[in-house]
Every structure is written in structure tokens, then in C-alpha cells.
């Protein structure tokens, strides 16, 4: 079975700019949630999707959106990006039911110039 | 509020060694706790999941415990080979959320 992956894997913006990162998850897995690692504040959860449905969201700054397609892909988008933004972002698939197992993603690695 | 901490920040041991990587947790009111590696630049590999209602789960080398009550959880690694090294990751999975909260981990260096 294909594990779970992201496209692409290493991104350059400028700040202001905007971006739209990629995850398609383990086939059958319906939940995707998405992480940012920094060194500073290590790994923090962004948000869940599960059925097309945001599900749980984590205290980011509305900059931060998803959706997830019927497929069960998902995107985020960071708008008008900030210097602070560069980090390792990282989705996760599931099933979706509480406690399941999260299988992760390689990453995107964002640097914002 | 959850909060998930590790100690030590970082941990270096000559090969063979058997070692034990530590984990708090401040709401015992999880779901689960999983551990993962994570290889420098790479994204996360489970190692082992223990649901709330259990004790402790085994692969291989790897033994996780888990005591809710004491808002505590335990990696052992025996008889540790290079190929170890890396940071450890503990996450507690909330409950009514499909939301892990990872501590900072623990940087492990198995020196030959």
C-alpha cells in the first residue's frame, strides 16, 4: 500500500507571496491533518479534514486554510506569507476514528525569503 | 490544556546499550500515546501506538509503557545499534479530537 505523500517537497517564497502545499493520503483513510515543525515551537497542529469537512483547527491565524477534495486529498493554502512561516510542514492520514493510528507524510520544507 | 514534555533533550550512548527515553503528559484524558523517529530533514515513522486501556505495546527492540496516572510514558530501546539515532517523538492523542500533541523530543545519538 502507498504511504502517504506531498508535493511538492521543498518550496521558496518571498514574503507576501502565497502558497498551496499538497497531501494525498493512504487509500481508504478519509481523515488528513496537517502539522507545521519549527525548531522553536516544534511540531503544531494546524488542522483536520475528514469527508471534505474541516473537523478540529488548531490557534493559527486565518493565513492558514485547508479543504480536502471527495477523494479525500487535501491542500493548504498560507497566504500573504511571513518570514516566520518557513517550517516543515507535514500531513497525516488516517481513518478518522478517535485513536487511530496517524501515518505522516515526508513534508514540505516552506522557506520564506 | 495538554501539554507533552520530554527528557532529555538529548541522549548520546555507546552501541549496545539498553536505554529508556521518557515522556509526561499533563491531562491523562487521551485516547492514545504514539511514539514515532524522526530522521533529520524526514517526515515521521510510527513505532508504537498504546491505547489508553493498555499497559504497555512491544516490536522488536522497542518496548513502550504507558501509566495514565501518572501522566507518564516510556520508550526502552534494547541492545541500541547506529542506526537508532534519531529524535524520538511522543504524541498523546486528545480526546474528541482527531489531534496529536507531540512534546519537543529526544535526540538520540548511538555512538559505535
Known amino acids: 500500500k502507498a504511504g502517504v505523500t506531498q508535493t511538492p517537497r521543498y518550496l521558496i517564497k518571498t514574503r507576501g507571496q502565497q502558497v498551496t502545499l499538497s497531501c494525498s493520503p493512504i487509500?481508504?483513510?478519509?481523515?488528513v491533518s496537517w502539522y507545521q515543525q519549527t525548531p522553536g515551537q516544534g511540531l503544531q497542529f494546524l488542522f483536520e479534514?475528514?469527508?471534505?469537512?474541516?473537523?478540529n483547527k488548531g490557534n493559527f491565524p486565518g493565513r492558514f486554510s485547508g479543504r480536502q477534495f471527495s477523494n479525500s486529498r487535501s491542500e493548504m493554502n498560507v497566504s500573504t506569507l511571513e518570514l516566520g512561516d518557513s517550517a516543515l510542514y507535514l500531513c497525516?492520514?488516517?481513518?478518522?476514528?478517535?485513536?487511530?493510528?496517524?501515518?505522516f507524510g515526508p513534508g514540505t520544507r516552506l522557506t520564506v525569503l | 490544556k495538554q501539554e507533552v514534555t520530554q527528557i532529555p533533550a538529548a541522549l548520546s550512548v555507546p552501541e549496545g546499550e539498553n536505554l529508556v527515553l521518557n515522556c509526561s503528559f499533563t491531562?491523562?484524558?487521551?485516547?492514545?500515546l504514539q511514539w514515532f523517529r524522526q530522521d533529520p530533514g524526514k517526515g515521521l515513522t510510527s513505532l508504537l501506538l498504546?491505547?489508553?486501556?493498555?499497559r504497555e505495546q512491544t516490536s522488536g527492540r522497542l518496548n513502550a509503557s504507558l501509566d495514565k496516572s501518572s501522566g507518564r510514558s516510556t520508550l526502552y530501546i534494547a541492545a541500541s545499534q547506529p542506526g537508532d539515532s534519531a529524535t524520538y517523538l511522543c504524541?498523546?492523542?486528545?480526546?474528541?479530537?482527531?489531534?496529536?500533541?507531540f512534546g519537543q523530543g529526544t535526540r538520540l545519538t548511538i555512538n559505535p
Open positions: 491531562d491523562s484524558a487521551i485516547y492514545n
Open positions: 497525516a492520514s488516517s481513518y478518522g476514528r478517535r485513536g487511530d493510528t496517524q501515518y
Open positions: 498504546i491505547q489508553s486501556s493498555q
Open positions: 504524541a498523546a492523542s486528545i480526546q474528541g479530537a482527531q489531534k496529536l500533541v
Open positions: 479534514y475528514f469527508s471534505e469537512t474541516q473537523r
Open positions: 487509500s481508504g483513510h478519509r481523515s
